[in-house]
């Protein structure tokens, strides 16, 4: 296995002003994804995502830096660096988001590269990946239906 690209592609009925802000807004975020999320969908942002409760010994703080935020178009970040060092090449995942219109909906494609730059050693490789493969098989469902929810709502 190559474990270089995770890939998902979905169809969500909602138009892709109404995805961009699930995949972007921290509180649409907190709706599908983590539990807490401290961020600024901006270029150059930088926060945190938080599962599990802050103070409790199992909460998971992730760093999370935007690298870019096209509205209704794209939404990209680098995750899961040092919290202490700023995000690049071989220090964290990058994610992106991209969004086309396609009939009365959104065709969203995700993608997630940077694990083989990680430098880790083939076991963690591979555990890293799976368990990203899971997480996304897991959470790309639930923003579906989140954004979804949101039309429903307006």
Known sequence: MEYGQIERTMYVEATPEVVYEVISSPAHLKEWWPDDVALEPVPGAVGELVWGERGTPDVQIVPITVVDAQP???????????????????NSLFVTFELV???????VRMTETGFREMGWEIAAL???YSEHVK???WFLPRL???AE??????
């Not at 219109?101 to 065709?107: I, R, Y």
């Open 72 to 90: 209704h178009r794209l939404f990209s970040f680098r995750w899961t660096h040092p919290a202490e060092e700023p995000a690049g090449v071989g």
């Open 101 to 107: 219109p396609s009939g009365d909906g959104t065709s």
């Open 126 to 128: 591979e555990k890293e």
């Open 135 to 137: 997480g996304w098989d």
């Open 144 to 146: 579906v239906q989140c």
């Open 149 to 154: 929810r949101l039309v429903a709502r307006r």
